[in-house]
């Protein structure tokens, strides 16, 4: 047994197919096939059901194929702490970014860590919370830019800052006319939220006790997928909206007279760089931290009259 078989059915288990999985590994099908057939006689165990189409794993390869991936993952994390030790920037690097963070936090720190470190591949993709977690479990991401606590025993937590949330609201909303709002005086009837699945869902729901509401109140009559499509659904159709401190840098001059700071303590999320507790490229996290917290206002690294708005389901 060594790597190269173990990477050979973890091809075919994603491609389903053993042409296609020798294209994607750079050898001839032949030899693809005969490796792995090498594999199962060493094991007597049969990995793959080659009479149906797609070819599926047996009920045995199933397992096989989930241990290949554990070990391939932990020879991995060798290769890297490897290359930490001798101070190399090199390499891949996985990146998973919640989309309510990556349109207002990627543009400030991006180009100049990709500057910083040429020789390092950045692979960047939105993704929701969920996803983020297993994807990091699984090996499939280094490195998770989320709102926290997530509450993960496998993974460790970097806070970064803590971002402040503000209401966005039309001019006939009828927000009282203070300069701090509380929570409890926003008018839950005009409030637009995020679709399901965004952690800042969750926060706002948290925010304003919806979960203490009653489900068939009408104020949930439209779900959003950005934050820039809920602050579009303020400008031209009116209601309110919770929008974060970073979204407020991207804000036209004729909209800064519809945001409302909330008063202290100020309600925010706390957002981090989440890794397996194990990570072994701790200078390049630690480059990635330095650079994201050198791009952002300086106000946001303090917690202090800020209260952390949890990200937990609402029932």
Request: net charge positive.
């Amino acid at each position: 047994m060594n790597f190269q078989q173990l990477e050979y059915i973890l091809a075919v288990d994603k491609h389903r197919h053993f042409a296609k999985a020798a294209e994607k590994c750079f050898v001839t099908q032949p030899t693809l096939s005969m490796m792995i057939q090498k594999l199962e006689e060493e094991l007597e165990i049969k990995i793959f059901n080659r009479d149906i189409k797609p070819v599926e794993p047996t009920k045995e390869g199933y397992e096989i194929i989930r241990r290949a991936k554990e070990l391939l993952t932990k020879a991995g994390l060798i290769k890297a702490y490897a290359a930490e030790l001798k101070g190399e920037n090199k390499g891949e690097l996985h990146l998973g970014i919640i989309p309510t963070l990556a349109p207002y936090l990627l543009p400030l720190f991006l180009k100049s860590f990709t500057e910083k470190y040429p020789y390092l591949k950045v692979y960047i993709k939105e993704m929701l919370t969920n996803d983020i977690i297993e994807k990091l479990k699984k090996g499939d991401l280094d490195i998770g830019l989320l709102a926290t606590p997530v509450q993960e025993p496998q993974l460790a937590e970097q806070v970064l800052f803590y971002e402040t949330f503000y209401a966005y609201a039309s001019a006939n909303n009828n927000i009282p006319a203070k300069k701090l709002l509380l929570p409890r005086e926003l008018d839950l009837n005009q409030l637009w939220l995020l679709e399901e699945g965004h952690c800042m869902r969750n926060q706002v729901f948290n925010l304003c006790e919806l979960k203490k509401q009653d489900k068939r109140s009408t104020w949930l009559y439209y779900e959003a997928g950005s934050i820039e499509t809920l602050i579009n659904l303020v400008d031209k159709s009116n209601g309110i909206t919770i929008i974060p401190h970073l979204a407020t840098l991207f804000i036209k001059p004729f909209q800064a007279k519809k945001m409302y700071e909330f008063a202290d303590p100020k309600p925010s999320r706390e957002i981090s760089l989440v890794t397996i507790r194990d990570f072994p490229r701790k200078n390049l996290l630690e480059n990635l931290k330095a650079s994201i917290l050198d791009s952002i206002p300086l106000s946001l690294r303090s917690s202090l009259k800020k209260k952390v708005i949890g990200i937990g389901n609402i029932n």
